[in-house]
């Protein structure tokens, strides 16, 4: 093809205007983000199962796709010592930073410590790995279960049969009962006749499994605190199973589509829940871990802050699924968390 005068100087336009609709110019950036295609993640991941680590993850990659840098994605579904192990993968791939998504403490404190050790910056969402110089990525967890429990208490009184559903050695779900147990000291006519819990896959199945049990054994239940959405909905399946959601209350964490749908039921035991938006923890957490990159310090302590989500607000709002419910609650939508000027953010549809 002959190339003319006139073609050359419309390539060469082109060239420039697809430069300018680039998201974020290399120049504007911090090293090493003026070579985002250099730069390379990983997400390891402990929990997976659920809506709400579906959208953590979609945070995470609409993220990394606004930066511009490489992502892979490690999961290890609930295998401890895998998890570990694919710390260690991530450190053998050369990776230039390390997101660590839930766990155990007693095995993720060494495998974070090796990647430190590496010299390769590290987060952690949910998971305390005892380490200070690794920021912890939080949802203001103690914040998410004192907003269920103060729902819980302006519907029912400050006296009522429990159910508590815990699993302990998960950072989240720990914290959380620090302020069911603050609460049952504050409130000694919540009388907590059952706890139980499990984390076995399909989480929400194994726990109808064990409240269908525990509702058989104390009828005189009447509010079920279970401060992690999948818990929420084991607990809804049972109640309704047993013909009990006109006079039992479930107030959770957490939240997706599903779960508003679950709320929005005609006479839904599921009252209120508190949550942060997890593809905007999902966003945070790569936008911490870029600021340590790049040599910036996003604190130790990254907290996104929730918002709570009641049945009645979903109904008078006619809010359907998580869409709309970031467009009528914009406190939802977004967090101004770790978010230096020449960070580029995702895409708002």
């Not at 100087?9 to 504007?28: E, G, K, Q, R």
């Not at 006296?159 to 069911?180: H, Q, T």
């Not at 054994?217 to 909905?233: C, S």
């Amino acid at each position: 093809m002959k190339i003319t005068r006139r073609l050359f100087n419309t390539m060469a336009a082109s060239a420039m205007l697809s430069a300018a609709a680039m998201p974020a110019l290399a120049a504007d950036m911090p090293a090493p983000f003026d070579k985002p295609e250099d730069v390379t993640i990983a997400l390891v991941r402990y929990l997976s199962t659920g809506d709400f680590f579906q959208s953590y993850l979609a945070g995470v990659e609409a993220q990394s796709k606004a930066l511009g840098l490489n992502l892979r994605v490690l999961d290890s579904r609930q295998d401890a010592a895998l998890q570990a192990d694919m710390v260690d993968q991530a450190i053998a791939l050369g990776v230039d930073g390390i997101i660590i998504q839930h766990g155990l403490t007693e095995s993720m404190r060494e495998a974070a410590q090796r990647a430190v050790d590496a010299g390769i910056d590290v987060v952690a969402f949910d998971v305390n790995v005892e380490n200070d110089a690794i920021p912890q990525i939080e949802q203001s967890d103690h914040d998410l279960a004192r907003l269920a429990l103060e729902q819980a208490i302006e519907d029912n009184g400050d006296s009522f049969k429990a159910g508590y559903v815990y699993v302990p050695g998960i950072a989240p779900l720990d914290r959380r009962d620090e302020v069911w147990q603050e609460f049952k000291e504050k409130y000694p006519g919540i009388d907590e006749v059952a706890t139980f819990g499990t984390l076995d896959n399909p989480i929400a199945n194994s726990v109808a499994n064990q409240a269908r049990s525990v509702l058989s054994a104390n009828p005189n239940i009447t509010v079920m605190f279970a401060p992690y959405d999948e818990f929420a909905k084991g607990v809804k399946i049972a109640v309704d199973e047993a013909g009990m959601s006109d006079a039992i209350k479930i107030y959770s964490a957490d939240v997706s589509t599903s779960d508003i749908a679950a709320m929005r039921e005609p006479g839904s035991a599921w009252a209120a829940t508190a949550a942060t938006n997890p593809a905007v923890v999902g966003e945070v957490s790569v936008r911490a871990l870029a600021m340590m990159l790049a040599g910036e310090d996003p604190g130790h302590n990254v907290i996104v802050p929730p918002t709570l989500i009641t049945q009645q607000v979903l109904l008078d709002d006619d809010i359907k699924n998580m869409q709309e419910l970031s467009e009528k609650l914009p406190a939802f939508a977004h967090a101004d968390v770790a978010t230096p000027d020449w960070m580029p953010l995702p895409d708002r549809q």
